[in-house]
């Protein structure tokens, strides 16, 4: 999960009808987020819903609130529903540095940590933990599947790392910035992979300002 540009221009749909997932509201949080899911960071072309980051159940007034809006993959506003209204709103905050995100791949787990203990930064783990290790001791299909996608997609950027380290060259490199691009997939994790190597830091950490 990392911060979302949000363009400032409300679509003009909010302010004309009274539906929050008009045509033009889907297309401008499908531009704004390179088609990917604002929790999970997975790319959904056609998977995708418009999620309220504050429930329409809690927070009526705020259901066609255009910074309320937000694109969101089926899975993730399945488990955020109306249960995780106090979390971070990713418009306002640079989440890939306030939360350390990493893959344990010998237990099959997401790990998030953070040293800032308010509620919404404690809430947004809670929220990432449910949604990546699921809500019970043992996951469902869905969310083993899930994981297993995460740990996929991560490994193959750790790859990707530790061949470059071991033998720098051009081709490898550009293949890093390719995977550390806006519209890739999983960023949160592979921009931590990047921080927690200085050597690998000091080449490839201006490639994680895209939102600045």
């Excluded at 401008?28 to 929790?39: E, G, N, S, T, V």
């Excluded at 991560?154 to 530790?162: G, H, K, P, Q």
């Amino acid at each position: 999960m990392i911060k979302v540009y949000k363009s400032p221009d409300a679509p003009s749909s909010l302010a004309t009808t009274t539906r929050y997932d008009g045509e033009d509201v889907k297309l401008q949080l499908l531009a704004d987020q390179h088609d990917k899911c604002y929790i999970c960071e997975r790319r959904r072309d056609t998977d995708y819903e418009i999620e309220h980051h504050k429930s329409v159940d809690n927070y009526p007034a705020l259901s066609r609130e255009w910074g309320n809006l937000f694109l969101s993959c089926r899975y993730c506003n399945g488990k955020k529903s109306n249960s995780f209204d106090d979390t971070l709103n990713p418009k306002d905050c640079s989440i890939e540095e306030d939360i350390e995100q990493r893959v344990d791949f010998a237990n099959k787990k997401a790990l998030f940590f953070s040293n800032i203990s308010d509620p919404q930064h404690t809430e947004t783990i809670r929220l990432l933990n449910r949604i990546y290790n699921g809500a019970k001791r043992v996951r469902t299909i869905k969310e083993e599947r899930f994981m297993e996608q995460t740990i996929s997609v991560v490994n193959r950027f750790l790859d990707l790392a530790i061949k470059y380290q071991e033998t720098p060259d051009v081709n490898t490199e550009k293949a890093i910035i390719n995977e550390l691009a806006v519209e890739q997939e999983l960023l949160g994790f592979k921009y931590w992979i990047i921080r927690d190597n200085p050597a690998l830091y000091s080449v490839f950490g201006q490639y994680m300002t895209w939102n600045r």
